[in-house]
């Protein structure tokens, strides 16, 4: 079946500092993949998104690589900001149908 | 335009009690979706509505939970008798009927305490 894991927070960072959240999935077919953004008292986001292999999603200053081989898609940042801090959740999606989420990783970032 | 609104936005009943919880999805939004996300853990489905009809409910986690969309406009989700477990939040999401070109929107949220 679908599954999704991510690494467990949370994650406390200084600010500008790099930011890897690990995330990795088991699929029947051939998925997109997400990630999901949730900021104190606000919904689900999307930050961004890839639809097939070696597909790299960007917002922001956020990254992803759709790594079929690995089946990975880890989320990457360079410089992070306190305005980052949220809960950033990995999810997959088949046919565009449901979608399947990670656990959630919350990024804590100090000034 | 109006995005997802849930409400309400946090619930505290008793083990026992009854709760519904309402979506109202953005107009002319074919698709509405639940999900929750339970003790801190994966955001899992619950249910999809095409318009007023329930075009999957496998993520139902039980007969205590009753999806209703009347008129293919907003949903509530009722859970009655409430238990301990089903405390967690509980999220909304609509789409249009072309998924794939407009994405989805997920709503705030209603964080349901059971006591």
């Known amino acids: 079946g679908n599954s999704v894991t991510q690494m467990e927070g949370p994650v406390t960072l200084s600010e500008e500092a790099f930011l890897t959240i690990n995330c990795t999935y088991t699929?029947?077919?051939?998925?997109?993949l997400f990630w999901y953004v949730q900021y104190p008292g606000e919904g689900l986001q999307l930050l961004l998104k890839?639809?097939?292999?070696?597909d790299k999603g960007s917002n922001k200053g956020f990254e992803a690589t759709y790594r079929k081989e690995t089946t990975s898609f880890h989320l990457e940042k360079g410089s992070v900001q306190v305005s980052d801090s949220a809960v950033y959740f990995c999810?997959?999606?088949?046919?565009?149908?449901?979608?399947?989420f990670g656990s959630g990783t919350k990024l804590n970032v100090k000034p | 335009e109006a995005g997802v609104t849930q409400f309400p936005s946090h619930s505290v009943i008793e083990k026992g009690q009854t709760v519904t919880l309402r979506c109202d999805p953005i107009?002319?939004?074919?698709?509405l979706y639940w999900y929750r996300r339970v003790m801190g853990k994966e955001i899992k489905f619950l249910l999809h509505?095409?318009?007023?009809?329930?075009?999957?409910e496998s993520g139902m986690p039980n007969n205590r939970f009753l999806a209703e969309r009347t008129g293919g406009t907003y949903s509530t989700l009722k859970v009655q008798p409430a238990e301990l477990e089903d405390s967690g939040v509980y999220f909304c999401?609509?789409?249009?009927?072309?998924?794939?070109?407009?994405?989805?929107?997920f709503g705030s949220g209603t964080r349901l305490t059971v006591v």
């Open positions: 999401a609509s789409s249009p009927r072309d998924r794939v070109l407009y994405g989805y929107t």
């Open positions: 699929a029947t077919g051939y998925p997109s």
């Open positions: 890839a639809t097939k292999a070696d």
């Open positions: 999810a997959l999606n088949e046919n565009f149908n449901k979608f399947y």
């Open positions: 107009s002319g939004h074919d698709n």
């Open positions: 509505f095409v318009k007023e009809s329930k075009q999957d």
